[in-house]
């Protein structure tokens, strides 16, 4: 049954019952496409035996990917929530698709930047508008449904360094071209779910056309809002300026520090990323629960700990302690995106493609300056710099409680 309704954020909407196939299947095809975005990370030390690069060029195909993966976001955000396309998935990911296929026999420095822009682009539509999706499909469970949603990216993203493990490093760069079947297959399900998503919207239109929904949160005043977003932003800085020291970094620093294989290398992070997908699933669900601040609060500032161990530990407790890291720093995006969409409810796209660009803008920018910090000092230099990050974490306290509000 379906009704009208507001709720407490200010936003008006539909109250049904969470949407578990769509919900599953957005989060299907974040999978697919970020094990295809993950091969890009993974195949970097083929690149750099490959074309003879240093770590500056190699931080700099990941700025350029990061880059375009993240500018347009808000943007399309923004359009989308006055325009609503729910279609422009699938266009995503053809765009996806075509960088996939050019990056797997590009035989230039140059050709290699202009195809990670092209992945990156893909990932710049795909994500403002899935991430409303899954807002419009979570029954009223926000947490939860951004955490399926998001633990389908995560999964992804650790999935592709294990296949570009298995395939690529053992066969060779022209053989990404095969994860093509991966695109394809993502986007029949991204046609079905906007299918879905254009019945949705067409409801909502129509039972709230003379309601007009709030841009900001009913309690607060415009300038905490503003204030909160600013906090927020700031986290994702300290969090994935982290994460990228580890998807970039982190199998170089394996081979010089302990004399490890690539492929042994790989499966270390894939025991990274793993353990990411899995806080990414616990993170909503907690907040709904508990409260968002709370989360975000133990997600970013409760690392820290196991981030200033880490340098100096040895083979064994650097893999226990990265797994550690991964399960609790990566549970803040889901409560930090929803906390940011109650925030500004009339706003969901565009908060959602400033989150997501953001967050992969920071992830790019911090390769780029840490791979030129690498080149100057070494790799073990990074890792005793990017340790002391999560402590940012304390700015959490000036956040207003808004379950409370």
């Known amino acids: 049954m379906k009704s009208a309704t507001t709720d407490n954020s200010g936003a008006t909407s539909i109250q049904q019952a969470t949407a578990y196939g769509i919900l599953f299947s957005i989060s299907f095809s974040h999978m697919l496409n970020d094990t295809i975005q993950s091969l890009i990370p993974s195949i970097y030390p083929i690149l750099k035996n490959s074309f003879a690069l240093n770590f500056a060029q190699i931080g700099l195909i990941q700025l350029t990917f990061q880059l375009t993966a993240s500018i347009l976001q808000p943007f399309v955000g923004a359009y989308t ?11 995503g990911m053809c765009i996806t698709l075509a960088g996939l296929i050019f990056v797997s026999f590009a035989n230039s420095f140059h050709l290699i930047l202009f195809s990670v822009a092209m992945i990156g682009a893909g990932s710049s539509v795909f994500h403002p508008e899935s991430s409303k999706i899954a807002f419009l499909a979570s029954g009223g469970k926000r947490g939860l449904a951004q955490s399926i949603f998001q633990v389908g990216g995560n999964t992804g ?17 022209s053989h990404a071209a095969y994860f093509a079947v991966l695109a394809l297959l993502a986007i029949m399900i991204l046609i079905h779910v906007g299918k879905w998503a254009k019945i949705r919207i067409g409801q909502i239109k129509m039972n709230t056309k003379n309601v ?3 841009n900001i949160h009913p309690t607060l005043s415009k300038k905490e809002v503003h204030t909160s977003v600013a906090i927020l932003l700031v986290l994702i800085f300290s ?16 081979i010089d520090k302990f004399h490890i294989s690539i492929q042994h290398s790989q499966l270390f992070l894939f025991a990274f990323l793993l353990a990411a997908a899995v806080g990414t ?24 700990p196991f981030t200033l161990l880490l340098p ?8 226990v302690l990265s797994v550690i890291i991964g399960l609790i720093l990566s549970s803040a995006f889901p409560a930090i995106l929803v906390y940011a969409q109650e925030l500004m409810p009339g706003k969901i796209g565009m908060v959602s493609g400033l989150f997501f660009g953001f967050a992969f803008g920071m992830g790019g920018l911090g390769s780029a300056l840490l791979g030129m910090l690498a080149d100057a000092t070494s790799i073990y230099f990074v890792y005793h710099v990017c340790a002391f990050l999560p402590l940012i974490g304390l700015i959490t306290w000036m956040l207003p409680d808004l379950k409370k509000a």
């Open 157 to 173: 993203t650790a999935v592709g360094p294990l296949l570009a493990a298995l395939i690529i490093v053992r066969y060779g760069r």
């Open 81 to 91: 929530d006055k325009k609503p396309q729910p279609f422009s998935l699938a266009i």
């Open 212 to 214: 007009a929904n709030k």
């Open 239 to 254: 969090k994935y300026f982290y994460l990228s020291s580890i998807s970039s970094y982190y199998t170089f620093y394996l």
């Open 312 to 319: 100096f530990v040895s083979l064994f407790w650097t893999a």
């Open 281 to 304: 699933y616990l993170g909503g669900p907690l907040g709904d629960k508990y409260g968002r601040k709370y989360v975000i609060w133990f997600s970013i500032l409760g690392v820290a």
